[in-house]
């Protein structure tokens, strides 16, 4: 497994392809097993780089809290180990959350936004409640707590329905993950802030992508991000929850790589 020692820890990573840097940026309580659906099928075109967040996976699990702001540096720092000077940041929804954050600080270091079922908000008072209660959960039940609490919002109705084997593959996956780092990545989405403000300076080309039936961060907050960045483009995924990308890989990656080709890619 490579790893690149940033900032005094470990972050464990996978590069696939040539082509375009993509750097992928999984959600919360993944890794970046996520994108095995892009990496592959992608890898004629896109040069992936996939890493396990500090806290997750294969990564060093410090204590917390961590922040958004944090997250991000830990990616400048790989893309620096890797002599990566601009890459297309591809977040899916925390992920998307810690693109927003390196846009804010490394605007210079990213050719192309692929935001995936995030949102630009910041939590409401009641999520951040509801992140707190979690994170009390964990420390008494451990990482099972954020599966139970996570799993059943996190797949679509036509996957919950049609695809026993994605909930439970998922379901094996997400508990690899350590109490330490799920608690200091809920601190950092309950304290990350709103980027509102942020959307009409971005710059680069923007593809929003999002699941049609997305209960997390469904289709209509989506859209308000589409407006919101300026010559931004909205997708919408049929069949798909807040994992579009595994719950529909084909037209997730037909998305990924139309946008690819507009930035001068793939
Ligand atoms: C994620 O998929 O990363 C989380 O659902 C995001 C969140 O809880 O806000």
């Known amino acids: 497994m490579p790893f690149a020692r940033v900032d005094g820890i ?7 392809g040539q082509g375009v840097p993509v750097l992928w940026i999984h959600g919360f309580p ?12 992608l890898a004629d075109g896109v040069r992936s780089i996939t890493v396990d967040l500090r806290g997750f996976g294969g990564s060093s699990a410090p204590e917390g809290p961590y922040t958004m702001e944090q997250f991000a540096a830990d990616l400048r720092g790989l893309m620096d180990a890797l002599g990566i000077e601009r890459a297309v940041l591809a977040g899916l929804s925390m992920g998307g959350y810690i693109a927003f954050a390196f ?3 490394y605007p210079e270091r990213v050719r192309g936004l692929i935001l995936a079922d995030t949102r630009h908000q910041a939590d409401t008072p009641e999520a951040r409640a509801n992140r707190y209660a979690l994170i009390d959960r964990i420390r008494q039940e451990g990482p099972r707590a954020a599966v139970e609490a996570f799993l059943p ?6 996957t919950q329905r049609e695809r026993p084997d994605l909930v439970e593959a998922l ?4 508990m690899a993950n350590p109490a330490v780092g799920l608690i200091g990545a809920l601190q950092a989405m309950a304290e990350r802030p709103d980027r509102t403000a942020l959307l009409p300076t971005i710059r680069v080309p923007t593809r929003i992508l999002v699941g049609e039936e997305d209960v997390v961060t469904p289709p209509e907050v989506a859209q308000e991000m589409a407006a919101g960045i300026p010559g931004a483009r909205l997708v919408q995924i049929p069949r798909a929850g807040h994992l579009a990308n595994l719950e529909a890989p084909d037209a997730f990656n037909e998305a990924v790589r139309a946008f690819l080709s507009e930035v001068g890619g793939a």
Not at 30 to 41: H, I, N, T
Not at 153 to 158: D, N, W
Not at 171 to 174: F, L
């Open 10 to 16: 470990r972050l464990v990573y996978d590069v696939y």
């Open 30 to 41: 993944l890794g970046r097993w996520l994108w095995d659906p892009q990496v592959r099928a």
């Open 103 to 105: 846009y804010a600080a």
């Open 153 to 158: 919002r996190l797949l679509g109705a036509t």
């Open 171 to 174: 379901r094996r996956k997400m």
